[in-house]
């Protein structure tokens, strides 16, 4: 079994400050984790993704994440907050190999920038 | 981008109405998905589907049902609607890689009067 916890529902920040979304999973095996972002209105869109290669994890608009074992966390940061990184953001988290290919979603993080 | 199309986007029932979602992909991927998403809950997941007519529940399918009779078609079915669905439902499905990226459609939000 897994699961994810997401810490503060609602993040703001002002624009060109760090950008700091907390994420701690809970799995049995090996975990798959992942940051998904969803504008207004929208889908979800991959924003970056770790498959037990390197912990430090890069993904699209200059976002990237660390997978610390010892912490069990996935915190997903940017150096300089835009005004378009406005969104809600949601932590993912399967279990490695075999064939549960079943996501398990945080509860978000909804992320404001100031002007 | 997996080609996935949700229809209707958008509905408004009566409470013990039938009500079909469809999800349609273009990428002939195996694994489909349907999540919904509610406001502090985040998205959880309703049934999902692993190949044609082969499905399984997730861990909110109580009062749902779905079927895939085509590897493109995956329909979400409340046999009667309740306003504790209202919701806004959406479509995943699983790409050829085996990481577990999910591609989502641009969501289908359902009112149940």
């Known amino acids: 079994a897994q699961s994810v916890t997401q810490l503060g529902s609602h993040v703001s920040v002002s624009e060109g400050a760090l950008v700091l979304l907390r994420c701690n999973y809970s799995?049995?095996?090996?975990?798959?984790l992942f940051w998904y972002v969803q504008y207004p209105n929208q889908g979800l869109q991959l924003l970056l993704k770790?498959?037990?290669?390197?912990?430090l994890v890069k993904g699209i608009n200059g976002f990237e994440a660390e997978f610390k074992k010892s912490e069990t966390s996935f915190h997903l940061t940017k150096p300089s907050a835009h005004m378009s990184d406005a969104a809600e953001y949601f932590c993912?988290?399967?279990?490695?190999?075999?064939?549960?290919?079943?996501?398990?979603f945080g509860k978000g993080t909804l992320l404001t920038v100031n002007p | 981008d997996a080609g996935i199309t949700q229809s209707p986007r958008h509905k408004v029932t009566e409470t013990g109405t039938p009500v079909t979602l469809r999800c349609h992909q273009t990428?002939?991927?195996?694994?489909m998905y349907w999540y919904r998403q509610d406001p502090g809950h985040g998205l959880r997941l309703i049934h999902y589907?692993?190949?044609?007519?082969?499905?399984d529940k997730g861990e909110v399918s109580d009062g749902y049902s779905v079927s895939r009779s085509k590897t493109e078609d995956f329909l979400l079915t409340l046999e009667s609607a309740t306003s504790s669905q209202t919701s806004v439902y959406f479509c995943?499905?699983?790409?050829?890689?085996?990481?577990?990226?999910?591609?989502f459609g641009e969501g289908s939000r359902l009112t149940v009067l």
């Open positions: 799995s049995s095996v090996p975990p798959y």
């Open positions: 990428e002939n991927h195996r694994y």
């Open positions: 995943a499905t699983q790409g050829r890689m085996n990481t577990g990226e999910l591609f």
């Open positions: 589907s692993y190949g044609v007519k082969d499905t």
């Open positions: 993912a988290v399967r279990a490695s190999g075999g064939s549960n290919y079943k996501l398990t």
């Open positions: 770790y498959t037990s290669a390197a912990t």
